[in-house]
């Protein structure tokens, strides 16, 4: 009994300890990104958060709906997991930023804990476990899912997802099933967040496999284990299915997914360097239109992958090699372009999930290097914190990039000085967030020299003319920006506002009636005041007519 006693004990003390440290590695987590508290909502945060989210009426229309963008050329996503948690903010706090921004990071920690504890079921080394969690803790790479409001669903997956890999491995090593139900659950909030969660389920079938011939395990038991993820994945995708049914939209696969494979050539190197080297990252990356110009770099890059890779294997444990590269692999692949997805090609917030393969990787030679008994153990020692020390400095740097739409279009402008979108979006921050019409007449004109028909330009230099004054000049810009775009209901309702105080009510009672008939749900707060001001306009011309005897 005594023996018994002591080994449980002892048990109990390893996962005490195991909680703690996971616990301290959370908290190093949170205090990395502490200073992005105080940064507000930018980008798609506009339309993704603060015009979505205090539409919703219904909490279950959440779960029937598609995540469809502003604009009808977006491929909807369909994670209600990620809406519903805005929603929560919303109805707790009416999206105050601070604390949209502290659930982000509390996520981030919470990510930081289950990593520690999914590392140390793979490693034999603990220090191995603590140094891939300190990676995912701080590296840069991790800064752009964290500090972009709108990146939750990322977030979110990741947590479940891991959740989902610690509670089955639970019900196998205990020999349970109540946990396996409980990583079911966890799989369905992942699949809820975002699609990334499907990758969890060959890790899940990996660990009943792995066990398939062990006599203590009855393949009856097994079985049972894993029905609760076809039954929870089987209700995701009638879920999903509805609600693209009622949306009638269908998501092309294979149209063009060659030429967005192609594009890996340089979109792995630039993911690659981004993890070793991470001086230059950027929250919005270009791909270059045609590669062979920098082929020979691609070529050297290619080279340099290949290297690390062979020395990778060659020098990793067996187990450590392959989990890490597979869910390197299979967490990347949704992402690589295999899907069309409604968004950039490349991004860090992509990388966040797949990530955690390439730490599961490195944290073991890390712990080797720190292990060693060659070389001076004081040089290694110090060399492993600088290194730590340097990737929280720099993570530390990117949050404050994410602190409003000036600061974060302004660093675009650093890496792509010629982008037409980043000038416009730049401009936009100037306008919504500092009322500063002059810098954003100057990033909107350079804009409209780099793209004179980039989207909505001429919407926006005519707000500029309009605030000003000048009216005509203005109206010029509406004009062509119908020109443009015969359906632009911004620059419809704006051209007949100016009419109206240029004295044209017939002008513009036509461009209201244009804008009333224009389709989607744009300014749709407007188009009430608009049919009584339609009514009006059209009793004052009856009124002009009557008086000046025209019949």
Known sequence: MECGHSAEHNQIKVEDNGNRIGFLLAVVAFVTYFNSLWNGFVWDDAVVILANIPRITDIFDIFRSIDAGRSSDIAPYYRPLSMLSFYGDYLLHGLNPFLVRLFSLLLHAGNTFLFYHLAITIYTSRKAAIFAALLCAIHPIHAEAVDFNSARSTLLVTWFSLLAFLLHKKAITENRILPAFGGAVAALAGFMSKELALGVLPFIAALEISIWRNESQSRSRMLVRLVPYLLTTFMYWVLRSNAFALADVKLEIFQGMMSRLIYNVYIIPKYFFSLVLPINLSPFYLIPEELRPIALQLGLSWGIIVVVLWWLIKNGTQTTVCFGLAWLVIFWLPVSGIVDIPSSPVADRFFYLPALGAWILAGEHLARLYTTETGNKVFRHATIMVLFFCLAGLTFRQNQYWKNGVTLFSRVLQFAPESVYAYHN????????????????????????????????????????????????????????????????????????????????????VEYQRFYASPGVELAGARDGVNIKMTELSRLIAKRKAASGIK
């Open 426 to 509: 730049l401009g936009c921050a100037y306008l919504e967030e500092q009322k500063n019409l002059p810098l954003a007449e100057k990033a909107f004109t350079k804009a409209m020299m780099l793209d004179p028909a980039f989207p909505r330009l001429q919407d926006q230099l005519g707000y500029i003319r309009m605030q000003r004054g000048d009216y005509s000049g203005a109206l010029q810009h509406y004009r062509e920006a119908i020109r443009q775009n015969s359906l632009d209901a911004e620059a419809h309702l704006n051209s007949a506002i100016l009419l109206e105080k240029l004295s044209h009510p017939e002008d513009a009672l």
